[in-house]
Structures are given as structure tokens and as C-alpha cells.
């Protein structure tokens, strides 16, 4: 504390509290809340007075800092923001700067957008999204710029226009979706004012009728523009008279002489004019023609109709599409249609002339590796048939982005149903739900790898690559990073690529890519099945920590009802989550010999559900309802097994096929 250069809690009201791993922390007084490493950091809490949860802020709050502008609902003092983490900080010296609480800079605040413009801090450790989880998600990243998207409450639409006293929109004004572009994570709502309305949709009656008729670079009107309440009119003006661009009103004119020019010229020019409109139609036309069919070959399309036609099985289930198809599809990708974003691109949900209904992924970037993919994953999924595999329909290059037309799958993916809050809560998931979803799963990797026509790698097997449909049934997806692999060959020597949480070590450090990777990362999904983890979490000392390494020391360590989810040791016995748990463990073995293969995975899974015990459930209450209890099958931890092989051969002949 006396060395005042270096010493780190500047804020009024913090502590100096001795760290017990060495050194210091700081923390706000009692009382206080906030950051107490910046200036002015720690602060009063919010409260439930009208203070934090009003529609209005007080009088006379700041609204600037330098050349910066703060609307409501950010805020410069307490009182004067709609929520704890809009509070910002106006730090005078040497000049005015702006910051968030937790230092990043502060360039400009768009209300209308929801966008705020910051600079990155130069010293800090965390992404920006993990300091404010909640309301803030990175929309744009320009090098030492990054754009966060806000969001005013965590709450949906749908929930927050029900319960009127915390609904923060004001009237005149739309409630609008924010959601996370990378994860597609919910992030809350924001307001806007509607169309013919301008203002700060915030504050009570902020949103106040816009005079179109005064803005006439926005609006057009040739002719008599009349204001309306949240609209306008446009009339035509009066026989005899023309409209003035200059004047922008009705001036007449000398009508017999307009008549007498207009009939002697009328002929000449509605010919020059018909001609010049079809010349210039098929001028239009001829370039659109040439400019696609420059892109079809760019995209490699001469190729890809070379691997359909080569392969009548492949040429039955999968098109070329042309552009006016999709676009009639997506009513010309109309933004009303998207149902997702990925790290990759947009999905459309589209309807085609037969009536199917399809999405359609458009990628975001225009690179090389993109069409390669794109290439990659047609002439995969072109060979594979299988109910638990995502089907194709094909795709179209006559774009300067690739598009894909895959079936439509309705219900999101697992990874949505394990781990993300609907109404503050997990959805429930019975233990028979996850063993079945467990064995689609395995069933199509195994197919994948053993039964396609040449034997396929997916290289990205993850929760969030498996969508559910209707009937929640699991189909894997996303095969751009995929390899195919003759049946003779072991492994294949490729760059590394996939996901950290899912990644197989033995690959990641040599390269070396074989069927057990796909069944190290099927191994990262039992255990999210198991535990209702995400596969990087945070422990509970704030740490992010790897799922598999977590599982593999901990269950060695601690009783099994610390381990698993609290919802499945009340459905099943204890032995058949042991045998589940067991198989996981052998997935996720560090060495490749001692894995499994899917094969193997499968029929142990398929015992395991017709096994399933209809024990009674050993917790209070009945069996929790999920989506839609097993003999146990132990095995060693190199899949030694508990039966002969005659017993284990009569349970298979029962196994559904």
C-alpha cells in the first residue's frame, strides 16, 4: 500500500486482503460492489428500488465523457443505468476516457444498433465476454477494435413482454433477439423503436413520430407528402401541374404546349425507349450468365458433377441447384428465414418446388479452404445413407459463396439440450433418452467408419454437430473437415484440426489421424451424456478446466453421485451407470491400442438397453419425464467382459438392427 505506483485497488472503498497462494487481492469494502482495480470502480449495488429497475433514470444525469455520448441505458452515476454492468466510468485525467468496468475503452455507444465500440485493453488476460457473460457478446473483432453486441436484460422476448412491470421497451417500440454469433448462445433482448418512430426506446414515450416529409433523401415522394402518425402519404399531383425536384412541390405548366411536344415526340421516343430497355435487359442478362458461370467453374463445379455422375447411387440423392431455386426457396434469403449462425456461416430454412423443406448453410468467407470444404463435405455425404447421418441434397456454385442444401432438422442440437437454461433450468433428459441418443450416435460413426463404401473420419465429432429432429432422433452433421481412409490403410498423416474439449492427444501430437480419434471425441460425449458438463467448464474455483482430464482423476477419487448427473442416479441402478461410466473411460484412453472401436461401442451400448432394468427410481418423487434403467454390461479397462461369448452372442441376436 505505501509503494503507490504499483499498488493495484485504486478505487475508493476497496481492501487489501493477503492472497493465500502469496501476494494480494483486492476487494470492495462491504457494502460494495464492482471492480476495484479501476478508479471509481467499487460502487453501491443495486437495489430493488426504483434506483436499477425503472423505466426512467434520475434527473440530471452526465450524459457525455469527452466526445463520447451516454444514452440511458448506460450510465455515468448510480441512478442513471438500467442495469449494474451498463454502469460505465469516466475516468478525467489526463483527458476524459470512458471505460466499462472492467477497463476496455469505451468509443461510441449505438443505441439504435445495440452495438458498443471498444478498444481492446492492452493488459488484459480475459476475453470481454467472459467479464460480462450475461449481457455483452463480441460481434466483430478489427484488430485493436472490437464491437460487442448488448443486450439490456437476460430475459427472451416472449418472457419479458409477458411480465409488463420489468419489460424495458417503451411503447412505439419493437423487442428485438440478441444472441451470440459465434456460439449462437442466447444473450437477452433489446428494444428498438418501430418503423416511422425515432428516439431512445428505453425511456418512457422516448420514441416519438419521425416527420418523413422533412427527410426526403430517406423517403421519396414525387408528387404530396403528407405526415401521418408513424407513417406518411404521397399523393400525385394535380392534372396540369409537375413535380419539382428542386422545390420538391407541384408547379404547373403550359399544358397545350407539353401535349403538342409530347404527341409529335411520343412515337420516337417510346421506340428509342423500348429499344434501349430490351438491349439493356439483355446486356443484364448476358452478364449475370457469364458472371455465374465464372463462379461455377471457380467453385470447382466441373469436378463436382464429375464425382455425382460418376456414381449413379450418389447422382439419385444429390442435386446441383441453381441460384433463382434457393432464392425462391429462401424468398430471396430473406432475414426472416435464417434459423442459425455458425462459425462457418448462415443457415436459411427453405422450402423447394417439391415442397421440401431444407436448410441451406451459405458460408461466410469467399477463401479457398471454404470451397474445398464445401467440396469436401458433397462428395462425402453424397456416398452415405444412413437414418443417423444428416442427409444431403446438394448444393449450388453458381454464387461467389458456395451453398449447401441440406434436410431440415428442427429441434437445434444436443449440445442445446445438455447445457443450455430454458426458463433459468435445464430441460430433462432421462436416462433412457441418453442412451438412446448415445447409441444413434455410435451406430452412425460405426457405419461411417466400417460400412460406407470407403471407410470416413469425421475429424469433428462433437455435441454441437449432432442435431435432433422432430422426434429427437440424433443425425450427425457438419462434415467439411471429414477424410475418407481405404479399408487397407491404417491412419492418415493430415494437419491438425478440430475442437479443444473433443481433440484425441495421440493425433494432436503426431498428426496421425485413425478411426479411435472419432472415438476419443464419441468418448467426450458420454461424458456430457453422463455429467451434463460442457466439455471446457468452469470449476468451482472459477477455473476452465478439460472435462475428459477432470473425469478420468476424478473418478477414481470420489463417490459415483458426485461424478454423474443427479437426475440419472435417481432413475437407473447404480450398475448399468457404472458400465456406461466404465466404457467412457476406455474411450478416452490416452493410448489408441487401448480404445475401443465403434463396432465394439455399439453392441455394448445395444446390450445396455436391452438390459435396461425397470427397477424402481431410488430418489423421492417419480421418474423425471425428458425428451421422449439397464443390466449392467462391466468391463475392464481394456474391455474385458463380464459374459462368455455364447451368452454374449445370444444378447446380440437380440439387439434391434
Known sequence: MEDKATYACVSN??????????????TCSQGFDGNPYVVNGCILPASPSPEYETMQPKANCPTSCGNVTVSFPFGLESGCFANLQMYLVCNPEPAPVLQMLGGAVVTNISIDQGILHVLKPSNQSHSLTDIYPSLYAIS??????????????????????????????????????????????????????????????????GCTDIDECMLPDEYTCNGICQNTFGNYTCTSCPHGTYFN???????????????????????????????????????????????????FHKNKGILLEQLISSDQSAGDGTNIFSHEELEKATNNFDRSRVVGHGGHGTVYKGILTDQRVVAIKRSKLVAEIEIEQCINEVSILSHVNHRNVVKLYGCCLETEIPLLVYEFISNGTLYDILHREQNG???????????????????????????????????????????????????????????????????????????????DPEYYHTGQLNEKSDVYSFGVILLELLT????????????????SNYFLW?????????????????????????????????????????????????????????????????????????????????AGRHGSRQYSLEQEFLSSARVPR
Open 425 to 503: 433450468a435445464l430441460l430433462p433428459v432421462s436416462w433412457e433418452e441418453r442412451l438412446r441418443i448415445s447409441i444413434e450416435i455410435a451406430s452412425a460413426l460405426a457405419y461411417l467408419h466400417s460400412a460406407a463404401s470407403v471407410s470416413i473420419l469425421h475429424r469433428d465429432v462433437k455435441s454441437m454437430n449432432i442435431l435432433l429432429n422432430d422426434s429427437y432422433i440424433a443425425k450427425v452433421s457438419d462434415f467439411g473437415a471429414s477424410r475418407s481412409i481405404p479399408i487397407d490403410q491404417t491412419h492418415l498423416v493430415t494437419a491438425v484440426q478440430g475442437t479443444f474439449g473433443y481433440l
Open 245 to 295: 425536384d428542386r422545390t420538391r412541390k407541384c408547379n404547373s405548366s403550359t399544358v397545350i404546349l407539353g401535349v403538342t411536344i409530347g404527341v409529335s415526340s411520343a412515337g420516337g421516343i417510346l421506340f428509342v425507349a423500348a429499344v434501349f430497355a430490351i438491349l439493356r435487359r439483355k446486356w443484364k442478362s448476358s452478364v449475370q450468365k457469364r458472371l455465374r458461370k465464372r463462379y
Open 13 to 26: 472503498h476497496s481492501i487489501c486482503q493477503e492472497a493465500p497462494i502469496g501476494g494480494y487481492v483486492c
Open 554 to 634: 476424478v473418478i477414481g477419487e470420489r463417490p459415483l453421485e458426485e461424478v454423474v448427473d443427479e437426475q440419472i442416479m435417481c432413475e437407473e441402478s447404480e450398475e448399468a451407470i457404472v458400465s456406461m461410466v466404465r466404457l467412457a473411460e476406455e474411450c478416452l484412453s490416452l493410448t489408441r491400442g487401448d480404445r475401443p472401436t465403434m463396432k465394439d461401442v455399439e453392441m455394448r451400448l445395444q446390450m445396455l438397453r436391452v438390459h435396461q432394468s425397470v427397477a424402481p427410481p431410488r430418489c423421492d418423487g417419480e421418474r423425471t419425464s425428458g425428451l421422449g434403467g439397464a443390466v449392467p454390461v462391466p
Open 140 to 205: 466483430g473483432d478489427w484488430g485493436g477494435r472490437v464491437d460487442l453486441k448488448w443486450a439490456v436484460n437476460s430475459s427472451t422476448c416472449l418472457v419479458a413482454t409477458v411480465y409488463k412491470d420489468s419489460y424495458r421497451c417503451s411503447s412505439y417500440s419493437d423487442c428485438i433477439e440478441v444472441t451470440d454469433n459465434k456460439t449462437q448462445a442466447r444473450v437477452g433482448y433489446r428494444c428498438k423503436c418501430s418503423p416511422g418512430f425515432g428516439g431512445n426506446p428505453y425511456i418512457k414515450d
Open 532 to 547: 451434463r458438463k460442457k466439455p471446457i467448464f468452469e470449476n468451482g474455483n472459477g477455473e476452465r478446466q478439460n472435462l
